[in-house]
């Protein structure tokens, strides 16, 4: 590294080469955009430690501590992990004793759910897309026309018939079935994904390693993928957070066992007569937000390389 | 069989066609073992193809590919031994360059210690040794050539296929390149196929070449003979640089002297296959040009332009409306200038005679 490393730099932060670096007052100005972004997700972060009292009390409450004395006592809050512990366990009537709320079960269900039908589609979908971009078919097109038609129409519009087959089979309210709706709902998002990553590779570099004696199945796996990791990561991020978000068809076709967060946070919403309790929502959305925050977070490297892949010329 | 065997690589009437396109049309050539034999043809003439067909990533449409004097035309890629050096280099980007040059001999299932000790010998012999950690996009273009050939030259291959590899470097790296292939020929002795645009690395290396054109060879040949004896009038525009002269003529009389606007010229030995009255043209080598000397019967001309190429100076004049091509030694062409008169000589033993209707050569 040159002598000329910037503090950013030292701290580990890579910087593209031939980029010279912003100036004090253009980052600023970049944070205070970022802040805007950010804004609603912090404002519920902060809501999650409140009191009901503090949560809707006007103006705002927005910091927990005083600054030594700087901020007016009306803007501060007592910081409280109450929501937090009322997530899993509260009582559902004034006086009741405490009870579970079934949130840990939503969550567990919220991640095997999620996870396993998203890495179900990566695994099928990049091996479809795989064979759509090396051995295409008559019409090849056309079958990647018709995959992508099945996203085209609003989810409330296939749910009848899809609320029907799931009655028909007998799959409402289990895992198999919402596993395998949100298997297909991925599916096209990362056919045509990794479709496109595929049709990046050089064919010479495949065919290099033919000649080098690889079968074509050694030349996915030991050519090919490892070339798209990039891709596969951005793909399962954007899955991921697709599915853990979904809630339509996770309120019309999940039972009381396989009920993921979306649904179960609808329901505490609207729970017990007594209004909306603010900062509980807060505290199971801050906690929602937290895995995929950290997957996002871990593979936000490969991310960015992944959404800007073949827009650089090699 | 003693003739078979001696060639280490025969292709027979191989063709070719992709959607709409015909890419080799009866395409046959053999190579000579340990041969240095270059294909040589503008793009998209059907070299990558033939390579490609030879590798056995692309099955012919008929004809026959013999290695060794085996029909492979349908047998797998594996056990062919053959390697191919790509136009892009074709290095595996995610692997390092240890990696890239043990591949072969991981697919090969060799063990470690001997993998170790083949990559840090072809290593060395390509000056690649302080670079085996990088990742290939980190090299510079000579680098990556480096590790390409060396991937290819590791499992000691007996036909080596170099499919236009001086392409992508800049003229200075191609000059050394050129030499270094020529010293690793002669070091290993392997049978090369070299595919080529270009006229001065197919003369300069090639021991045989190919001249193709339209999917087929049109002239096969050491690099003398395609320069002394083109074929054709393709063959001729496309081998020796300036190119050729090119003179019109009408054949005469007694089908030996040819009437052109530099005046009778006279061919090396009788002509039958062309009428007298017909249309032929004429063409000789700007090197075969030359001023004349005093007391010699030349024919007047003006200087038009002159194009310094440093040792020697191609020296553009008119005679008689006819623009000829000469090269001159850079002492000579010191003392002259555009628009000044001189007398030039023509041997018309150096002319070519060619056929006007189908470029065909009549010598």
Redesign the interface.
Known sequence: MSETASMWEKLGFRKASGVSEAGWGQTLFAGLISLIYFLPVLLIIITSFKLQTEALAIPPKFIPTHLFGLIPDAYVFTPTLENYTSVFSRSMTAGAAAENTGFDRYFFNSIVIASVSVFLALIIGTLAAFGFSRYPLKGNDTYLFVILTTRMLPAIVVIIPVILMFRITGLSGSYLGIIMLYTAFNLPFTIWMMKSFFDELSLDVEDAARLDGSSDVKVFFKICLPQVIAGLAATFVFGLILTWNEFLFALLLTGVDTRTVPVGMSQAVAGGGIGVLWGLLAAIETLFLIPVFFVTFFLQDHLLRGVTFGTVKR | MSEASKHALRLLGISKSYAHVRALERLSFDVVEGRFFVLFGPSSVGKTTAL?TI???VKPDSGQVEINGKDVSQAP??GRG???V???F??????SVFENLA??LR??RLGREEIAKRVKETATMLKLSHRLERKPNTLSGGEQQRVALG?SLI?RPKILLLDEPLTNLDAKLRHDMRAELKRLHQQFGMTIVYATPDELEALSMGEEIAVMRDGAVVQHGTPDELYENPVDMYVAGKIGSPHMNIITAITGADKTTFETALGKITARSKIKSVASGEAAILGIRPSDVRFANKGEAGVKSTVQMLEPLGDVTVVSIVARGETLRMVVPESAALALRPGQATSIFLDHKKFHVFRASDGQAIT
């Open positions: 490609r590798a056995g990533l890629i594996a053959v390697s191919m790509f136009q892009s074709a290095l595996y980007p995610h692997l591949y072969p697919e090969e991937r499992r």
